[in-house]
C-alpha cells in the first residue's frame, strides 16, 4: 500500500526567504509525482508534475525534484513571498494501485512579510 | 471556461436527509474522483469512475453512491446524512499522456450537516 508523507506538517518563515518542502513515498512504482497548492477554502491548484523518468521540474520560482529510487520529492520555493502562503500537497500515482493519486497530509506554510 | 466544476459550493443540511453534488469536466477527461477532506485537511479518496464504470470504492459507507450519467459527469448522492459526513468534498479528473498523469480539482463543495 502506498503511503505518502510530508515533513513538515507547519513551515513559517520571514518573506524573501528560500524554502525546501520535502514528500516522502513508500512505493516506488509510480508513473508521476504531482505538487499541489491549496488556498483556505479553496480548491487544489496544480504546480508541477514530474514524471518518473524525469529528475526535476520548474516554474518561475518553484523547482520540484524527484529521487524515485528514495521515494522522496522536494518542492523548493525561491526568494518566498506572503502571496506563497498556503498548503502544499504532494501526490503520487502508480500501477500497484490502480489509477489513483495518494496524497500527502500537506506542508502549511505560512511566509511573514 | 472551468475545466472541471462542481455544484452547488455550500450545502447545510440536515441529518437523515438525502442530499446531491453535481460535478462536471469539460476537459474530455476519462477518470473521474470523488474525494472528501475532512476537518484535519486530510484529502482521501472515495471514489474512481474510468469511462462511466466504477474502478475504485474505497471504504466509503453504502449511503453514497456515485453515479456517472457519461463520461463528463459524476454526481455523489448521499442519503441518511450523518454528522460525521460534514467536510469538504473534491471532484476531479485525469487523463492519461503516455506514462503520466495530471489531475485537475474542481472546487469543493463544503457540506455542513446539522
Known amino acids: 500500500k502506498q503511503e505518502v508523507t510530508q515533513i513538515p506538517a507547519a513551515l513559517s518563515v520571514p518573506e524573501g526567504e528560500n524554502l525546501v518542502l520535502n514528500c516522502s513515498f513508500t512505493?516506488?512504482?509510480?508513473?508521476?509525482l504531482q505538487w499541489f497548492r491549496q488556498d483556505p477554502g479553496k480548491g487544489l491548484t496544480s504546480l508541477l508534475l514530474?514524471?518518473?523518468?524525469?529528475r526535476e521540474q520548474t516554474s518561475g520560482r518553484l523547482n520540484a525534484s524527484l529521487d524515485k529510487s528514495s521515494g522522496r520529492s522536494t518542492l523548493y520555493i525561491a526568494a518566498s513571498q506572503p502571496g506563497d502562503s498556503a498548503t502544499y500537497l504532494c501526490?503520487?500515482?502508480?500501477?500497484?494501485?490502480?489509477?489513483?493519486?495518494?496524497f500527502g497530509p500537506g506542508t502549511r506554510l505560512s511566509v511573514l512579510p | 471556461d472551468t475545466a472541471v466544476s462542481q455544484t452547488p459550493k455550500y450545502l447545510v443540511t440536515q441529518m437523515g436527509n438525502d442530499k446531491s453534488i453535481k460535478c462536471e469536466q469539460n476537459?474530455?477527461?476519462?477518470?473521474m474522483y470523488w474525494y472528501k477532506q475532512d476537518s484535519k485537511k486530510f484529502l482521501k479518496i472515495m471514489f474512481s469512475?474510468?469511462?462511466?464504470?466504477?474502478?475504485i470504492n474505497e471504504t466509503v459507507p453504502n449511503r453514497f453512491s456515485p453515479k456517472s450519467p457519461d463520461k463528463a459527469h459524476l454526481n455523489l448522492h448521499i442519503n441518511s446524512l450523518e454528522l460525521g459526513d460534514s467536510a469538504v468534498y473534491f471532484c476531479?479528473?485525469?487523463?492519461?499522456?503516455?506514462?503520466?498523469?495530471?489531475?485537475?480539482f474542481g472546487p469543493g463543495t463544503r457540506l455542513t450537516v446539522t
Open positions: 469512475y474510468n469511462n462511466k464504470e466504477l474502478i
Open positions: 514530474i514524471q518518473s523518468s524525469q
Open positions: 501526490a503520487v500515482i502508480g500501477w500497484n494501485y490502480g489509477q489513483n493519486f495518494v
Open positions: 476537459l474530455g477527461h476519462d477518470t
Open positions: 512505493d516506488s512504482a509510480i508513473y508521476n
Open positions: 476531479a479528473s485525469s487523463q492519461p499522456s503516455g506514462l503520466s498523469y495530471e489531475q485537475y
